[in-house]
């Protein structure tokens, strides 16, 4: 079964600044790939970034990257230069591959703040 | 057009009512899914829809009761909820195929009183 542990239930940030969000994973699959997810207030899950378990370098898109170190099993989101509408929850995911679809487990999440 | 596409966005409903929750999709995506998720707490999976034919269920109480008519609408349809059902609820899409990416709609926020 897959795992996901996000041990940080809320970060505070200030504007302009980096910040890291912890994910740890345990799967039993040899190939595997981790997602974070934003949601803000509104309810709808925003796709952020993607890292497969087998490339070699760590994920980027745009201000979100992924600092991936598998033999900690660990997956953290950076994102650098916060902005204010970075403000919401973040959910690091783990598909569930022996379904045959994009069936996810999410942590437990992380709430982020951004101050001005 | 990377969109999923949710209606309504709030549904406040008693519980002998009969409601039904919308899902719209143009990415040409095989698999459809439902999610629910309780306040401050992570999506779980209810239902999978795949080539239009019902993949997963989670063990999802016989009230809520998925419906797939093409390959880009899903349904909800709800009957004689609880108030512990009072939850988001969350469509997404995907390719076929495990590891995909999911596109996920905005949801429906549900209140049973």
């Known amino acids: 079964a897959q795992k996901i542990t996000q041990t940080q239930p809320g970060m505070f940030v200030q504007e302009k600044e980096a910040v890291t969000l912890d994910c740890t994973y345990d799967t039993s699959d040899q190939s595997y790939g981790l997602f974070w997810y934003k949601q803000p207030s509104s309810g709808e899950m925003i796709f952020l970034i993607y890292q497969g378990s087998y490339d070699e370098q760590n994920a980027t898109e745009g201000r979100y990257s992924l600092n991936f170190q598998k033999a900690r099993k660990s997956a953290n989101l950076v994102i650098s230069a916060s902005q204010l509408g970075d403000s919401a929850m973040y959910f690091c995911a783990i598909p569930n591959l022996n379904s045959g679809y994009s069936t996810l487990t999410f942590g437990k999440g992380t709430m982020l703040l951004v101050s001005p | 057009d990377t969109e999923v596409t949710q209606t309504p966005k709030h549904l406040v409903m008693g519980m002998t009512n009969k409601k039904s929750l919308k899902c719209e999709q143009h990415?040409?995506?095989?698999?459809m899914y439902w999610y629910k998720q309780k306040a401050k707490k992570p999506p779980e999976l209810m239902f999978v829809y795949s080539y239009e034919k019902l993949s997963i269920n989670e063990s999802v109480p016989s009230r809520f009761s998925p419906e797939c008519p093409n390959s880009s609408l899903l349904n909800l349809h709800l009957h004689a909820l609880q108030p512990e059902d009072s939850a988001l609820y969350l469509c997404?899409?995907?390719?076929?195929?495990?590891?995909?990416?999911?596109?996920f709609g905005q949801g429906t926020r549900l209140t049973v009183v």
């Open positions: 997404a899409s995907s390719q076929q195929g495990g590891g995909t990416e999911a596109f």
């Open positions: 990415m040409g995506h095989r698999a």
